[in-house]
């Protein structure tokens, strides 16, 4: 069955009076537009979307970022899941698996409006009408390392607190059943260089050089840090590494990724260190305990044996 006509879909979602994606996201060789709304959930693309005292932007270039984990980004805001797209949404234009999303479908998307050059779409306007751009229909985009540690770092970019709150919750689950992923995790969100060079103020981004344009070359998203001291995520990284004191001898001391994490980020190896210390002190005190409660068996009395007497001695006497 050939794709359903885009201009027929889209007159049709309008006679229902249905918002039609209004914002384009540019990167390397992908191209998505979705709806204002749902980027609202950002402060950077609020500022963006709503001008806040400067112009209103309807796209960006956007860089430093996987082109997948946009993707990723985007499947999360129509869904609410950006793993597996399973979540619900009561907007009206939700999309979920029910409507055939997925990572995949949103990443052929992404590829064929930057070779059409296709100013509107969405993920749930499919291809746009556009004839399927690839001979190989099995192109797919593996779930990246890391994901739940990448994502974080996209939350704290973009100032998405529902999205920074969901990763942390989605690593602890994971990592309570496939510790594997922990030291892949803990080298993206402190050892990995981000290369975020371009920080400074959304509320005026940088545009394209025509004067009017409603589109910026570049994000001035938050420049990454490492996850703060006393952030959920790092009292969970925390957490992780100082449970397990042999765990943390055996493996991860012997790793020269972790390796390289203690010794570049103190306040991350300082807090471990404690409370290491602070687990050993208190196994000690509940060794002490135990001791003093076991008492030790005082040596019984025995009694004196009577000698038998002699025959020689009964004569004596």
């Not at 005292?53 to 985007?74: D, F, M």
């Not at 260190?273 to 019984?300: C, S």
Request: net charge negative.
């Amino acid at each position: 069955m050939p794709p359903e006509d885009s201009d027929l879909r889209t007159f049709r979602s309008s006679l229902r009076q249905e918002a039609q994606p209004d914002f384009t996201l540019i990167i390397g060789d992908f191209s998505w537009t979705v709806h204002t709304k749902k980027l609202l959930k950002s402060t950077f693309f609020k500022m963006l979307c709503t001008g806040n005292g400067a112009s209103i932007q309807r796209n960006i270039t956007l860089s430093n970022v996987e082109p997948v984990l946009i993707g990723h980004l985007i499947l999360w805001l129509y869904t609410g899941d950006y793993v597996d797209g399973n979540g619900t949404d009561d907007d009206s234009d939700v999309v979920s698996n029910k409507a055939g999303i997925d990572i995949n479908i949103i990443m052929r998307n992404g590829k064929a409006n930057k070779i059409a050059q296709q100013s509107h779409s969405s993920p749930e306007l499919g291809l746009a009408g556009a004839p399927f751009p690839f001979t190989k229909e099995e192109e797919t985009w593996p779930i990246p390392v890391a994901i739940h540690a990448k994502m974080y770092v996209l939350a704290e970019r973009y100032g998405i607190s529902e999205l920074s709150i969901m990763t942390v919750e989605e690593l602890t689950n994971e990592l309570s059943w496939n510790d594997t992923v922990f030291l892949p995790s803990i080298e993206y969100l402190f050892a990995t260089p981000k290369q975020i060079t371009n920080g400074g103020d959304p509320s005026n981004p940088t545009t394209n050089g025509t004067k009017g344009t409603n589109s910026t070359n570049d994000d001035k998203s938050t420049i990454w840090k490492n996850p703060a001291k006393g952030s959920n995520m790092f009292e969970l990284l925390v957490n992780n590494t100082s449970s397990d004191a042999s765990r943390l001898h055996q493996t991860y001391l012997a790793d020269p990724i972790f390796q390289k994490v203690f010794r570049e980020n103190s306040d991350f190896a300082l807090e471990v260190l404690k409370r290491v210390a602070a687990e050993l002190h208190d196994t000690k005190d509940q060794f002490a305990k135990l001791n003093e409660t076991i008492e030790t068996p005082k040596a019984k009395k025995g009694r004196k044996k009577r000698v038998a007497s002699t025959s020689l001695e009964k004569e004596g006497g």
